[in-house]
């Protein structure tokens, strides 16, 4: 079963037809609201909106270990996030967008591992590629399918926020390699992994990152709602696609 984590944007999904809401609770505490499971196109799917479905919860408060230990205990076989990012790369401007392939961590102070304590062996999880191959290439085919064009590939950059970046740490994560930047991809990918649950990301920008905009010196949280308003639109058409791909 496909789970989706909805972020920013996107704390419902309207074409889900609704069977049932659970709470679940999880050794890590509560997740961030009720799991709704319901028939995408004909498709069983689970939906969990990260920041609750009041979207009250930031990003750095955001409980991933609740949250994925949820989805996976709800039988969830894979999991897709959409969340909303700042473009860095000149190209990925507000309504682009990305399936991105590679992640830089700049979060700190979350809980961002299941293995923790004296009782459990340490293991590391091979993250080389922080996501699953097959689901990103499933993700594109269903937004070609869909006639929404997104990017192959892009270097997520990672931050705890909630503030915004600075116009020098965004261009710091440029020189580092980063394409898009946002506040709730990890330790999301990682936790994902560590639970064996494909996982892989559809990201939606919303304005150019801190500096990068050629006409504005702010970012302004007005400008970015309609642009995600619109853009959640093409993003439930790319996951009904999902389903049949
Ligand atoms: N920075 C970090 N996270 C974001 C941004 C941004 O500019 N826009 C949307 N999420």
Partial sequence: MLAIIG?????????????????????YGEPSGALTFGMLCDTPVVFLARHGYGHTIPPHQVNYRANLWALKEAKATEVVS????????????????????????YTWGRKSTYFEGTEEPVHHIDFTEPYDTRLRQRLLAAAAAAGQH?????????????????????????????DLVGMTGMPEAALAR?????YAALNVVANHAAGRSSSEHSIHFDSIEAVLQDAMIRVRCVLEQLCKV
């Fill in 82 to 105: 959409v969340a909303s990012v700042g473009g860095i790369r000149a190209d990925f401007g507000p309504g682009v967008l990305v399936v991105p392939d590679q992640i830089i961590d």
């Fill in 194 to 198: 560590e639970l064996g649950l494909p």
């Fill in 7 to 27: 972020g920013s944007g996107l704390t419902q999904l309207s074409s889900l037809e609704i069977k049932r809401r659970e709470v679940i609770r999880t050794p």
């Fill in 150 to 178: 997104a990017f192959d590939g892009g270097v997520y950059a990672a931050t705890q926020g909630p503030r915004l970046e600075t116009a020098a740490e965004v261009n710091r994560m440029e020189r580092d390699g980063a």
